[in-house]
């Protein structure tokens, strides 16, 4: 199974600490994972804590994501990846 997770921002937060416990706790049983981050707020710790159990994370950023670059690059890669679910943070 693939997943996909979709948030926000990765700053640290409430959400981003449920993520992470999320991605964890599921890793052993998916065989991809990856989060797409809308906005370019991140904190390095957790990008890396994330990366640590093998999931992508891939940064759009609210520039890219206003001008369109961002959808049609996202929209390319999940067309490539073929996620099986997608979950969102977003509300």
Known sequence: MKIVWWIDHLGLGGTQK???QLVRGVSSGVTDQAIVCLNN????VLIEEIRSVGVEVRVVGKW?????????STYQ??????????VS???
């Open 18 to 20: 449920v993520l992470l």
């Open 41 to 44: 707020i991140t904190d390095p």
């Open 64 to 72: 890219k994501l206003a001008t369109g670059i961002g959808l049609v």
């Open 77 to 86: 890669w999940l067309k490539k990846n073929q996620f099986d679910v997608a």
């Open 89 to 91: 943070f977003l509300f």
